[in-house]
C-alpha cells in the first residue's frame, strides 16, 4: 500500500517499466489520442477504481467519480463529463457504479449532522424518501443498507436518462445504453442490476423531451 509521496512516484516508474516490458509502444500509442467505449459514474471511494477492477488498461474507461456516485443536475462538473463523452467520444455505455459498504449511502441513511458535506447527502436522502416503503420494511440494518445502494444506483441511472443532451443521442440510435452496476468490497465482484436503459420510454412523462 502506498503510503507517502515518494510511494507514489517510485510507484510510477516500475508502472512504466512493467507496461514498456508489456508493450514497448504503449504510451505512443495513447499519447496520439483517446476513444474510450465506456464512461463510469463511480464512489470516490479509493477502494473502487474503475480501470483496476475491470482490468481494463488505460484508454478504455472516461471516468467521473464523486461521493455516492451521484448525478446532480445542478453538478456542471459531472454534465461537461457526461457530455464530452456522449457527443464527442461517442461513448456506447455509461456505467453507474455503486459499491456495498458506501460511506456516503450509510451517512446519508443516518441523523447524524456532517457539516457542509449534508447538502451532498440531501439528494442521497431523496433517494430514501422515493423508495421509503421497500427500504422501512427491510427490518435487517445490513439487508436495507445494501439495499439503499442499489436503489440509489437505480436512481442515478434514471437521472442520467433524464438529461435532455442524452435523450437526443436515443433519437439516432440505441446508444449510450446506461447501466446500473455494484462492486463488492468483500470479493471484489461487480453486480449487473440489469435495469440498463437506451430510451425514456419509463420515465415519468414530465421528463420526456420532445424531438427538436
Ligand atoms: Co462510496
Given at each position: 500500500?502506498?503510503?507517502?509521496?515518494?510511494?507514489?512516484?517510485?510507484?510510477?516508474?516500475?508502472?512504466?517499466?512493467?507496461?514498456?516490458?508489456?508493450?514497448?509502444?504503449?504510451?505512443?500509442?495513447?499519447?496520439?489520442?483517446?476513444?474510450?467505449?465506456?464512461?463510469?459514474?463511480?464512489?470516490?471511494?479509493?477502494?473502487?477504481?474503475?480501470?483496476?477492477?475491470?482490468?481494463?488498461?488505460?484508454?478504455?474507461?472516461?471516468?467521473?467519480?464523486?461521493i455516492a456516485n451521484m448525478v446532480i443536475h445542478t453538478d456542471s462538473n459531472?454534465?461537461?463529463?457526461?457530455?464530452?463523452?456522449?457527443?464527442?467520444?461517442?461513448?456506447?455505455?455509461?456505467?453507474?457504479?455503486?459499491?456495498?459498504?458506501?460511506?456516503?449511502?450509510?451517512?446519508?441513511?443516518?441523523?447524524?449532522?456532517?457539516?457542509?458535506?449534508?447538502?451532498?447527502?440531501?439528494?442521497?436522502?431523496?433517494?430514501?424518501?422515493?423508495?421509503?416503503?421497500?427500504?422501512?420494511?427491510i427490518q435487517d440494518e445490513q439487508k436495507r443498507f445494501d439495499r439503499y445502494?442499489?436503489?440509489?444506483?437505480?436512481?442515478?441511472?434514471?437521472?442520467?436518462?433524464?438529461?435532455?443532451?442524452?435523450?437526443?443521442?436515443?433519437?439516432?440510435?440505441?446508444?449510450?445504453?446506461?447501466?446500473?452496476?455494484?462492486?463488492?468490497?468483500?470479493?471484489?465482484?461487480?453486480?449487473?442490476?440489469?435495469?440498463?436503459?437506451?430510451?425514456?420510454?419509463?420515465?415519468?412523462?414530465?421528463?420526456?423531451?420532445?424531438?427538436?
Open positions: 500500500m502506498a503510503e507517502t509521496i515518494k510511494d507514489l512516484l517510485n510507484g510510477n516508474v516500475s508502472w512504466v517499466k512493467n507496461t514498456l516490458k508489456r508493450d514497448p509502444e504503449f504510451f505512443n500509442k495513447l499519447s496520439m489520442g483517446q476513444s474510450p467505449n465506456f464512461l463510469w459514474v463511480g464512489c470516490a471511494d479509493s477502494r473502487v477504481p474503475a480501470t483496476e477492477i475491470t482490468d481494463a488498461l488505460p484508454g478504455s474507461i472516461f471516468v467521473q467519480r464523486n459531472l454534465l461537461s463529463v457526461v457530455n464530452y463523452a456522449v457527443k464527442v467520444l461517442k461513448v456506447k455505455h455509461i456505467i453507474v457504479c455503486g459499491h456495498y459498504g458506501c460511506g456516503g449511502v450509510q451517512a446519508a441513511m443516518s441523523n447524524q449532522n456532517f457539516g457542509f458535506l449534508d447538502n451532498w447527502l440531501m439528494h442521497i436522502k431523496d433517494v430514501y424518501r422515493l423508495h421509503q416503503d421497500e427500504l422501512d420494511g445502494v442499489e436503489l440509489n444506483v437505480l436512481e442515478q441511472v434514471g437521472n442520467l436518462a433524464k438529461v435532455s443532451f442524452i435523450q437526443e443521442e436515443w433519437e439516432e440510435g440505441e446508444f449510450p445504453q446506461i447501466h446500473g452496476w455494484v462492486y463488492s468490497l468483500k470479493d471484489g465482484l461487480l453486480k449487473d442490476l440489469d435495469i440498463s436503459m437506451n430510451s425514456n420510454a419509463k420515465l415519468d412523462n414530465v421528463y420526456r423531451y420532445n424531438k427538436p
